[in-house]
């Protein structure tokens, strides 16, 4: 009986051996990476654990060899050598003072005050703040590049294509994150692949799509009236393209070694500018592996219309997510059929998601390579311009879908009875 209990015993601690194992291995399995959407990477470690407390080091002086400025704390037995025991210590940094504390074991205690450290600053070069090297604090502002030319006159760094927006100067290939330290924190990150716009709009007026992958910046595109770009030595603003050739998207802009800009224009006027690196195509009817989702291009679309009202003194439309099927559907309804008409269907396919409209409107695109020709396009033609900044409506759905090489897309407005 008794080795049958002690069989027991063993075998029921196999078993809880087995799933502490287990569940050790579960707890140490590395977490999945997140999505590249994120920006951000997990990284498993060991528990923290609290650190050995740190012993005061063993210090002892006697009275000859204090330092000559110290204030006495307290008196203590006389005629005797003191041997002053170093029981406290902050050391000093270059913004504050430091000090120590002896006490003898007859109990006369004395207190040394340390001078704060002078700073060691390094000085500032174009891109680096001076710092002190002994605290590391900044002490004097980056210079910033002065350029001639291309060229900067300090540090000889020569600049392939700048966009100077929202009052600061984006190169082209800089970081996301350098970025986000000059414009802010941006309203939205939209996503498209392994690419992202990073998303300004707390001014609708000037709206700037700073446009990035994982080796920076290679589009930009805004609103901005003050914005210019910087290339081959020249510098370029809206008010510089009033006197040249029509500079209207798609079908024309100009073109430069590596760069392209593309201008828009309202009524004649320029509005907008676009430059990229001539390597990104963007163009969402031939890169399949990239843009078969079309929710970001949608995003982008959704900011640009409401920027265009917003500029012409219009209203900002919500989007509508029964608005968003309707698009949806009847984009899938024209390549499925090739039937590129309104028919004024619209109005019974919002009856039929349930939207109660009272006014409501319809924009159909076909072949337009992405959401910034989409819009410019709907802007210069009368009929769909009405749609599209008429004040009456206040929701707006949209759409883009791919057939081949085509893109459909469709923009349904109403408001509320």
């Known amino acids: 009986m008794k080795k049958r209990g002690l069989i027991r015993l063993v075998a029921l601690g196999g078993v809880l051996c087995a799933a502490l194992v287990f569940l050790i291995r579960g707890d140490s399995v590395r977490p999945a990476l997140p999505a590249f959407a994120e920006m951000s990477v997990l990284v498993s470690s060991n528990p923290l654990r609290v650190p050995d407390p740190v012993s005061m080091p063993e210090i002892v002086l006697s009275e000859e060899e204090l330092p000559d400025q110290v204030e006495v704390l307290s008196g203590g037995e006389k005629g005797h050598s003191h041997a002053f ?8 940094t270059c913004s504050a003072a430091g000090e120590r504390s002896y006490r ?10 340390i001078s704060p450290l002078l700073h060691s600053p390094t000085a500032a070069t174009c891109t680096e703040p001076g710092r002190c090297t002994v605290c590391g604090e900044v002490l004097s502002a980056a210079l910033g590049h002065h350029f001639s030319g291309d060229t900067c006159a300090r540090c000889g760094y020569t600049l392939s294509a700048s966009f100077y927006v929202l009052d600061r100067e984006v190169e082209f290939d800089e970081s996301a994150d350098s970025v986000r330290g000059k414009l802010g924190s941006p309203t939205e990150v939209v996503y498209e692949g392994d690419l992202f716009t990073l998303v300004y709009a707390a001014d609708m007026r000037r709206l700037t799509f700073v446009q990035c992958d994982g080796g920076g910046v290679w589009g930009v595109y805004s609103l901005d009236p003050n914005q210019r770009m910087r290339w081959g030595g020249r510098s370029f603003g809206l008010g510089d393209f009033a006197g040249q050739r029509a500079l209207n ?12 800009i593309f201008g828009f224009r309202d009524q004649g006027a320029l509005y907008a500018l676009w430059m990229r690196l001539n390597e990104y195509e963007y163009n969402y009817a031939a890169e399949s592996a990239v843009y078969d989702d079309f929710s970001g291009q949608e995003k982008l679309s959704w900011y640009l219309v409401n920027a265009l009202r917003i500029r012409a003194g219009a209203r900002s439309l919500i989007r509508s997510i029964a608005a968003d099927a309707v698009a949806r559907d009847y984009c899938d309804y024209m390549i499925a059929t090739g039937y590129f008409e309104h028919d004024h269907s619209f109005e019974w396919r919002l009856t039929e998601k349930g939207v109660p409209w009272r006014l409501a409107g319809e924009n159909l695109s076909q072949g337009y390579t992405n959401s910034l020709f989409v819009c410019d396009a709907y802007l210069n033609s009368p009929d769909h311009r009405e749609n599209l900044l008429n004040g009456a409506f206040t929701h707006v759905g949209l759409s883009y879908q791919k057939q081949g090489g ?6 349904e407005f109403y408001c509320l009875q």
């Open 406 to 411: 085509t893109v459909w897309g469709a923009q």
């Open 249 to 260: 998207s798609p079908d024309e802009s100009l073109w430069f070694n590596d760069v392209t």
């Open 104 to 113: 003898c074991d007859c109990g006369k205690a004395v207190k040394e005050s």
């Open 85 to 92: 025991r170093l029981i406290a210590s902050r050391e000093a």
